[in-house]
């Protein structure tokens, strides 16, 4: 069991560029979130997955964000037509289910938009 | 909707003194509540979590936390505090389907 691994861990690009990050849960954990943590700020629920399902969306997260978890294992977070207020530390956690679960959380990804 | 404030922004303490961190939550249900230590450059790691049963609980590194649901508090506490403490910590009260709320984190400095 290696954890919850996130790539990259860190992405700088320009405004209006679209980026892509990656999240590989803990082996055989079906839900996983996706948070956003800004600086001086505690992290902020994006969305989770269950499997391969999408169940729920923060209305934090506009159009221009959308996730993925084709297979049920790994997940991706694109943003396109970045901005600068997209800069933030992005955080990818697994559980294995249940409503009681801890959730482990990789390093996560930050990103800077310049 | 469910809510966490934790009222410190930063606390510095010395080496061996005793620590203690607020938490206050606003949730409709019983609440799942957890604690959550950030150091630079590393992911959240939980320390501790209430679910039900004891109001006290035990966790990693020497951490305890009392929930008082009347006064809708999980405050976290630790009676010597070491340097390697030093960190970022973050209350987190969950929903059924397992996302959390954080709080804005208390920033912990320890004093040689």
Same mark, same amino acid.
């Given at each position: ?8 861990r ?69 943003i ?23 959730q ?5 990804t ?5 | 909707?469910?809510?966490? /404030? ?7 303490? =010395?080496? #061996?003194?005793? $620590?203690? &961190?607020?938490?206050? +939550?606003?949730? @409709?249900? /019983? ?7 950030? =150091?630079? #450059?590393?992911? $959240?790691? &939980?320390?501790?979590? +209430?679910?039900? @049963?004891? /109001? ?57």
């Open positions: 069991d290696t954890g919850v691994s996130q790539d990259p860190h992405k700088i690009t320009k405004r209006g560029q679209n980026v892509t990050f990656r999240c590989d849960p803990i082996s055989e954990h079906n839900r996983l979130y996706w948070y956003r943590q800004t600086l001086g700020q505690g992290p902020e629920f994006l969305t989770y997955f269950q499997n391969e399902a999408q169940l729920e969306k923060s209305r934090l997260l506009s159009d221009r964000f959308s996730a993925e978890r084709p297979k049920g294992s790994f997940s991706t977070l694109e396109q037509r970045t901005e600068q207020g997209d800069s933030a530390m992005y955080l990818c956690a697994s559980t294995p289910g249940g409503p009681t679960d801890t482990y959380f990789g390093p996560g930050r990103l800077t938009v310049l | 909707a469910q809510s966490v /404030t934790q009222p410190d922004i930063h606390i510095t303490v =010395s080496e #061996g003194a005793s $620590l203690e &961190l607020r938490c206050n +939550y606003s949730y @409709g249900a /019983t609440p799942y509540l957890f604690w959550y230590v950030q =150091s630079p #450059g590393q992911g $959240l790691q &939980l320390l501790l979590k +209430y679910f039900s @049963g004891d /109001t006290l609980v035990q966790g990693i590194k020497g951490f305890e936390a009392e929930f008082k649901r009347s006064q809708s508090s999980f405050n976290l506490r630790k009676p010597s505090v070491h340097w390697s403490d030093a960190a970022e910590y973050f209350c987190a009260v969950g929903a059924v389907a397992g996302k959390s709320t954080f709080g804005d984190g208390t920033t912990l400095t320890v004093k040689p």
